[in-house]
């Protein structure tokens, strides 16, 4: 062979040699980079606190496929969903007698110890769920000992007197767009294939408590008509249907929620208050008051007779006057899909929000001490 077949030869294998380290090198930084961002995700699960019996479950890499996301749907609602039956004093196993027509709804499991959500017209006919109806996991039956509703949401979580059951994992939902794919499931197996018609269904008329969430989703079609949880393609808990209706109760809507009843028992639903219009949402305002912002939260009275801000509620206390614009708290800025309510549903009762805030033309950062709803109502 000559010098020059020689050379060219190994100037091949050369550049496949360094193509691959390059490649193996990406794919080192992507596994680590992508590692960092769950850990994160974990910790603001967590909450810094630690809570070994609350769902914890890291988002998962969406799946390649649609039967891998079959397959991960299936197994999250294996050990995740729970169904929700009228009492009984039948001690068969439930497949024995368990029909369609007797079924509640459904609900996630969100820890170990005992703690179900649904949404609230699960039990929407039932006038004293403790006595008028039951949980059944797996084949086992259990008493619900205790109903907590979020006063935010239709959110409902009842505990019942279950041990080591396995809490679904949490998927990361205030990022969702139209379009994507998602599983509404049952305890028993049905999986209904479905997916994002709108992620922001509802156009504000007027202004909100500042609480109140203006935008939630819409499903493209819905095959079952009782209330189930809904899971996204990597088998994660995302949301709750309502009863006969295409719309979606969002799991980020009462993610705090669940999180404060798991730990306590009780909702702690932080308070604002006050009167809030949300530009990305809102029509027909004009350039004086919008400064030329598609996004933000206008502070503005709903009529003639309300104050803007709640007298003696937190945003009052700290400053805020009527038609300033909440543009970011604590950095996080306000968006279409990120609206002040949901932002704050992420905090708790006596926390400390740090909002920027332009006020006629003039940007500043008001810090507000928030209160709990349960106690300041508008």
Not at 147 to 156: G, K, M
Not at 207 to 222: M, Y
Not at 236 to 245: I, M, N, W, Y
Not at 341 to 362: D, F, M, N
Request: negative net charge; proline residues 4%; contains cysteine.
């Amino acid at each position: 062979m000559s010098v020059l077949a020689s050379s060219k030869w190994w100037g091949i294998v050369r550049s496949v040699v360094l193509a691959l380290g390059a490649g193996a090198a990406a794919g080192v930084c992507t596994a680590v980079w992508t590692s960092q961002s769950l850990d994160t995700y974990a910790a603001m699960l967590l909450a810094g606190k630690h809570l070994p019996q609350i769902s914890t479950q890291k988002p998962s890499p969406i799946p390649g496929t649609y039967e891998e996301a079959l397959s991960r749907v299936q197994e999250g609602a294996r050990t995740g969903i729970a169904t929700i039956l009228p009492a009984s004093l039948d001690s068969a196993v439930s497949d024995d007698w368990m029909n369609d027509t007797l079924i509640l709804g459904y609900g996630a499991i969100v820890s170990d110890d005992g703690w179900v959500v649904m949404d609230g017209s699960v039990l929407q006919d039932i006038n004293n769920p403790l006595k008028e109806s039951e949980v059944w996991v797996n084949g086992k039956r259990y008493a619900i000992t205790s109903v907590v509703r979020d006063t935010q949401t239709s959110a409902v979580m009842v505990h019942t007197n279950a041990v080591d059951l396995t809490p679904i994992g949490f998927a990361a939902t205030n990022s969702v767009r139209s379009g994507e794919m998602m599983f509404v499931v049952d305890a028993d197996g049905g999986i209904f294939p479905t997916a994002i018609a709108e992620s922001d269904d509802e156009v504000l008329v007027g202004a909100q408590h500042a609480e109140s969430f203006g935008t939630g989703w819409t499903l493209t079609d819905v095959s079952v008509f009782p209330s189930a949880p809904l899971l996204n393609a990597a088998g994660e808990f995302a949301g709750l249907t309502r009863k006969g209706s295409v719309a979606v109760l969002p799991l980020h809507h009462a993610l705090e929620a669940i999180r404060s009843v798991v730990k306590t028992g009780n909702t702690n639903a932080a308070f604002f208050g006050a009167y809030t219009v949300d530009l990305a949402h809102a029509y027909n305002l004009g350039a004086d008051l919008t400064q030329n912002l598609r996004a933000g939260a206008l502070i503005f009275a709903p009529d003639a007779t309300t104050h803007a801000t709640v007298r003696g509620g937190p945003a009052a206390v700290a400053g805020f006057a009527s038609k300033d614009i909440i543009l970011a708290v604590d950095g996080e800025s306000l968006t279409e899909s990120a609206s002040l309510a949901e932002i704050l549903s992420s905090y708790a009762p006596g926390s400390i929000a740090r909002c920027t805030v332009l006020r006629a033309g003039q940007t500043l950062t008001i810090s507000v001490t928030l209160g709990d709803a349960a106690k300041l109502l508008y």
